[in-house]
């Protein structure tokens, strides 16, 4: 079964740390670029930040200097850490990767930054 699972949300303070992951089962996730978005209630899905085939990446601005993608081929993982973090960052965080043949989306993981 091909499936993406998301972990590592919670509740965090701002100007703390979290490290979400993203686990590919099914597939070899090396053979995707690897996208994170997220989604804040009433709000519509934004992109965040990708990882391409090598380790070549690119982020939004709203999180630039703060969020680092990176990827685990030998673990078929793919992580964003997120470090100096705003209330504004509150979402469901999705990991979804894309290559010619799939499109592919996990569960989601709930980020909770409070003041």
């Known amino acids: 079964q091909v499936q993406l699972v998301e972990s590592g949300g919670g509740l965090v303070q701002a100007g703390g740390s979290l490290r979400l992951s993203c686990a590919a089962s099914?597939?070899?996730?090396?053979?995707?670029?690897v996208n994170w978005y997220r989604q804040a209630p009433g709000k519509q899905r934004e992109f965040v930040a990708v990882?391409?085939?090598?380790?070549?990446?690119n982020y939004a601005d709203s999180v630039k200097g703060r969020f680092t993608i990176s990827r685990d081929n030998a673990k078929n993982t793919v992580y964003l850490q997120m470090n100096s973090l705003k209330p504004e960052d509150t979402a469901v965080y999705y990991c979804?990767?894309?290559?010619?043949?799939?499109?592919?989306w996990g569960q989601g993981t709930q980020v909770t930054v409070s003041l």
């Open positions: 979804n990767a894309r290559n010619n043949a799939r499109n592919l």
């Open positions: 099914g597939t070899r996730i090396d053979f995707y670029g």
């Open positions: 990882i391409y085939s090598g380790t070549s990446t």
